[in-house]
């Protein structure tokens, strides 16, 4: 059963910046998508950033240019630093997986239904 586990949640005013991370466990062989996603509140929980296979990650337009979405394999970790934080980023930020072992990546991985694992949630909250 894969588990994930996110980190590095907090507050900080806007412009700053913070790191959440997600350490994924449980994985045999190779792996899908793995994703970050936000839900605000009185919102419905979006796509942040999803990474393929092939390490290329791809980002919602909302966070293009601030965030950046990496992974470290030989801990099963994965990082997203976010930069310039604003006000509209507080939310709290979900790691997910999918079941397959193969990402294409793209801006079609960013919907919630391709996902089947995912983490409690870390909290960011952004103010002025």
């Known amino acids: 059963q894969v588990q994930l586990v996110e980190s590095g949640g907090g507050s900080v005013q806007a412009g700053g910046s913070l790191r959440l991370s997600c350490a994924a466990s449980g994985y045999t062989g190779s792996r899908g998508c793995m994703a970050w996603f936000r839900q605000a509140p009185g919102k419905e929980r979006e796509g942040v950033a999803v990474?393929?296979?092939?390490?290329?990650?791809t980002y919602a337009d909302s966070v293009k240019g601030r965030f950046t979405f990496s992974r470290d394999s030989a801990k099963s970790t994965l990082y997203l630093q976010m930069n310039n934080l604003k006000l509209g980023d507080t939310a709290m930020y979900y790691c997910?997986?999918?079941?397959?072992?193969?990402?294409?990546?793209?801006?079609?991985?960013?919907?919630?239904?391709?996902?089947?694992?995912w983490g409690q949630g870390t909290q960011v909250t952004v103010s002025s």
């Open positions: 990474i393929a296979t092939s390490g290329m990650p």
């Open positions: 997910a997986a999918d079941r397959y072992t193969y990402c294409p990546g793209g801006s079609a991985r960013l919907e919630m239904k391709w996902y089947n694992y």
